[in-house]
T-cell receptor
Framework: EPEVTQTPSHQVTQMGQEVILRCVPI?????FYWYRQILGQKVEFLVS????????KSEIFDDQFSVERPDGSNFTLKIRSTKLEDSAMYFC??????????????FGPGTRLTVT | AQSVSQHNHHVILSEAASLELGCNYS??????LFWYVQYPGQHLQLLLK??????LVKGIKGFEAEFIKSKFSFNLRKPSVQWSDTTEYFC???????????FGPGTRLSVLP
């Protein structure tokens, strides 16, 4: 069964450094997402991406964040200058559109980002 | 703005007991509804989903959920829980062609052997 993959599984970085989290969505999906989950808290939406542009983003997704689909397969989340509060599990997801709204989102295994 | 609430933060049951986890959402339009499960250290896994049609949907591992539009609810049920059901459960809503899921805060289920 096709699945979403993410690399690395764990990233440790120092405050102020840039990080890039990578995701390979399911190949025939058209919508791509990033979510984050701070330890012990709920999953929070960051951004959705369709047709090579951001289609929706949350308040969390400020100027420090950016997303890109540099080639036909990878979908990346960049944090320009990490802060301690960026420490979280970051999940990538992808979906294909349904007649009514979005289809099921398939989630990757996540990247645990630790900012020291 | 949409929001999703899950009534119980932590539910503790004995094996073979029946389970019902509450989920309510605040949105008046068309919704797609989901229950995800998250085992420790693993990614979110879909248990079941509702798009349209029969409001009683069946998912994997013996779980089912009922969409009650008048109550804005989508409660998760299982007639007889097992120790292996111990984990975190998240309700999620996608509203009206929106581009994101809104997740509830999660309910931790502990099943005692």
């Amino acid at each position: 069964e096709p699945e979403v993959t993410q690399t690395p599984s764990h990233q440790v970085t120092q405050m102020g450094q840039e990080v890039i989290l990578r995701c390979v969505p399911i190949s025939n999906h058209l919508y791509f997402y990033w979510y984050r989950q701070i330890l012990g808290q709920k999953v929070e939406f960051l951004v959705s991406f369709y047709n090579n542009e951001i289609s929706e983003k949350s308040e969390i997704f400020d100027d420090q964040f950016s997303v890109e689909r540099p080639d036909g397969s990878n979908f990346t989340l960049k944090i320009r200058s990490t802060k301690l509060e960026d420490s979280a599990m970051y999940f990538c997801a992808s979906s294909e559109p349904q007649l009514q709204g979005l289809g099921e989102q398939y989630f990757g295994p996540g990247t645990r980002l630790t900012v020291t | 703005a949409q929001s999703v609430s899950q009534h119980n933060h932590h539910v503790i049951l004995s094996e073979a007991a029946s389970l019902e986890l509450g989920c309510n959402y605040s949105y008046g339009g068309t919704v797609n509804l989901f229950w995800y499960v998250q085992y420790p250290g693993q990614h979110l896994q879909l248990l079941l989903k509702y798009f349209s049609g029969d409001p009683l949907v069946k998912g994997i591992k013996g779980f089912e959920a009922e969409f009650i539009k008048s109550k804005f609810s989508f409660n998760l049920r299982k007639p007889s829980v097992q120790w292996s059901d111990t984990t975190e459960y998240f309700c999620a809503v996608n509203a009206d062609y929106g581009q994101n899921f809104v997740f509830g805060p999660g309910t931790r289920l502990s099943v005692l052997p």
